[in-house]
């Protein structure tokens, strides 16, 4: 079946350290986004790509790279720059004009 | 302004009542509008997306778009305890002459349907 897999589902990160969290879809899709949500929030775009080897900075890019080295893969690193990163982050992708498909999202947690 | 903005919540409404769920949006370009359903700890699922002023009806699903007011609404018939969930109204900015164009998100609704 056609989806996009997130991993890990719940991740936990040290005061300083950088930790990355995967997306890959295998949808055939074009464009993928990473967003940020917090409790009782919506959605905050971080990066987003349209195609391979490009990429743009959405809303809140602080603190926060990306990589499209592969159309399936888009890659989130969270930096020790970002300094509020407890959040649940969600990858996205879409082909058309019919919304985004979602991953089932990674829960990152500061210790 | 927010760029897009939801009526505040959380919504109650009886099994059986219609649920009905507000957005407006600050960018008069806006092409194109997506509600999702979120259940607690889970990511978005696509429930509907409107392009045309008027009415879409999907089921119990009934969206409605009014370009000139900046209006997009959710009505839920008949609701059911699994309606209970965070709604978001999502807005494509960026048409640009392609079908990709990034969402903007409203902070979101939290519906309760009690039995």
Same mark, same amino acid.
Not at chain 1, 39 to 55: A, E, M, T
């Given at each position: 079946? $056609? $989806?996009? &897999?997130?991993?890990?589902? %719940?991740?936990?990160?040290?005061? $300083?350290?950088?930790? &990355? ?36 900075? $959405? ?17 989130? /690193? ?19 004009? %019919? ?6 999202? /990674? ?5 | ?5 939801? *009526?505040?919540?959380? !919504?109650?409404?009886?099994?059986? +009542?219609?649920? @009905? !769920? *507000?957005?407006?949006? @600050?960018?008069? =370009? ?10 607690? =700890? ?10 045309? *002023? ?13 370009? +000139?007011?900046?209006?997009? @609404? ?13 709604? !978001?109204?999502?807005? *494509? ?23």
């Amino acid at each position: 079946d $056609g $989806g996009i &897999t997130q991993s890990p589902k %719940y991740l936990f990160r040290k005061e $300083g350290q950088n930790v &990355t969290l995967s997306c890959e879809q295998n949808l055939n899709h074009d464009a993928m986004y990473w967003y940020r949500q917090d409790p009782g929030q919506g959605l905050r775009l971080i990066y987003y790509s349209q195609i391979v080897n490009d990429f743009q900075k $959405g809303d809140i890019a602080e603190g926060y790279s990306v990589s499209r080295e592969k159309k399936e893969s888009f890659p989130l /690193t969270v930096t020790s720059a970002q300094k509020n990163p407890t959040a649940f982050y969600l990858c996205a992708s879409n082909q058309g004009i %019919y919304g985004y498909t979602f991953g089932s999202g /990674t829960r990152l947690t500061v210790v | 302004q927010k760029e897009v903005e939801q *009526n505040s919540g959380p !919504l109650s409404v009886p099994e059986g +009542a219609i649920a @009905s !769920l *507000n957005c407006t949006y @600050s960018d008069r =370009g806006s092409q194109s509008f997506f509600w999702y359903r979120q259940y607690s =700890g889970k990511s978005p699922e696509l429930i509907m997306f409107i392009y045309s *002023n008027g009415d879409k009806e999907d089921g119990r699903f009934t969206a409605q778009l009014n370009k +000139a007011s900046q209006y997009v @609404s959710l009505l839920i018939r008949d609701s059911q305890p699994s309606d209970s969930a965070t709604y !978001l109204c999502a807005v *494509n900015r960026d048409a640009g002459g392609t079908s990709y164009g990034k969402l903007t998100f409203g902070q979101g609704t939290i519906l309760t349907v009690h039995p």
